[in-house]
């Protein structure tokens, strides 16, 4: 595998080349939030003994650099035995029996987002920066660099997300400044990392037909607090097992927390017909109901083929 996604194709002045649920971690459970801390605690002690460069570069010794990456991946992986079996079947609905590879690791999501201050040159610059934009993502799906995508119908902010299998953040942030829509000023980009199963994630089928999903995002609710209490694990607790019901009814397909996404804890992506539908399964959940956390609701439509 090339050190970089866009090894071969920069993305600057041109078209790219032409191109069950796996609940990933309990962190996303406990507002998504534990994990970046643990990893911020290494960060800080390392740094009292002069010790700290950025996990992400390039130029760390080998040896130093493994001691990290194993540390994190301690810490984002902590109690993934506890439920690393529930995998929906192609069929969904079930457990599957087999234990396939579920490749967990770290990949990017990038949000997408009307930029509200754009003022076009002219009535034709919107249809032809979207067009453009447009054939731009497609290319990028043909070629396998975009691994999962999907628009936004119907929100007047949120315009598109897209996951790409790479881990360095860095890479994805210069890539998407390549974008017709960024680029024209029409879209403004945002960047998380994310983590989850990446064997969920495949090829769209040819030619591109998109089908319906809903993305949910959940959130720090207002009674959400870093605390462990006998209530709060047994909130945990009811949590997960919902999550495990919404698995077997084959409604939820995948799901991860956010590397250091503040606020925001992690991804619900559903199979549903429906927000209603949607909103009704996650009222559900226990961490909901107590205000711990809360969820955004968004349709979301992607190429066949994309999600198992």
Same mark, same amino acid.
């Given at each position: 595998?090339?050190?970089? !996604? ?14 069950? @649920?796996?609940?990933?971690? =309990? ?39 493994? +001691? ?8 984002? %992986? ?16 079930? +457990?599957?029996?087999?234990? =396939? ?24 610059? =919107? ?12 290319? @990028? *799906? ?29 890479? +994805? ?27 969920? *994630?495949?090829?769209?089928?040819? =030619? ?8 949910? @995002? ?6 959400? %607090? ?19 019901? !919404?698995?077997? @009814? ?42 711990? !956390?809360?969820?955004? !609701? ?11």
């Amino acid at each position: 595998m090339a050190d970089s !996604l866009f090894e071969g194709n920069r993305l600057e002045d041109g078209y790219a080349s032409t191109r069950k @649920l796996r609940v990933s971690n =309990p962190g996303i459970h406990r507002g998504g939030a534990e994990n970046a801390e643990t990893a911020q605690r290494t960060k800080s002690t390392n740094a009292v003994r002069g010790d700290a460069p950025k996990p992400e570069s390039r130029f760390l010794d080998a040896p130093f650099r493994k +001691i990290q990456v194993q540390r994190m991946i301690k810490a984002i %992986t902590s109690g993934i035995a506890l439920f690393i079996s529930v995998i929906l079947s192609s069929s969904g609905g079930s +457990i599957a029996q087999e234990k =396939p590879d579920l490749d967990m690791g770290k990949m990017q999501m990038v949000f997408l987002k009307r930029a509200r201050e754009w003022k076009p040159a002219n009535k034709a610059e =919107p249809a032809k920066t979207e067009k453009d934009h447009r054939d731009y993502i497609v290319n @990028l *799906i043909e070629s396998r660099k975009c691994a999962l995508e999907g628009t936004v119908p119907g929100n007047e902010d949120l315009y598109e997300i897209l996951v790409f299998k790479t881990e360095s953040i860095e890479e +994805i942030q210069t890539a998407v400044k390549s974008f017709p829509g960024v680029k024209a000023g029409m879209l403004q980009a945002e960047v998380l990392s994310w983590y989850a199963s990446r064997a969920a *994630i495949t090829a769209a089928k040819s =030619p591109i037909v998109q089908s319906h999903y809903v993305f949910g @995002l959940l959130v720090r609710g207002p009674k959400w %607090t870093s605390a462990q209490t006998e209530d709060s694990k047994k909130i945990q607790s009811g949590h997960m097992a919902n999550i495990n019901r !919404l698995a077997e @009814l084959g409604k939820l397909v995948l799901a991860g927390p956010y590397f250091s996404g503040g606020d925001r804890a992690g991804v619900f992506i559903f199979k549903v017909d429906s927000i209603e539908e949607a909103e009704s399964l996650t009222n559900t959940d226990p961490a909901v109901i107590a205000g711990r !956390l809360k969820i955004e !609701l968004h349709h979301w439509l992607v190429p066949k083929g994309m999600l198992k």
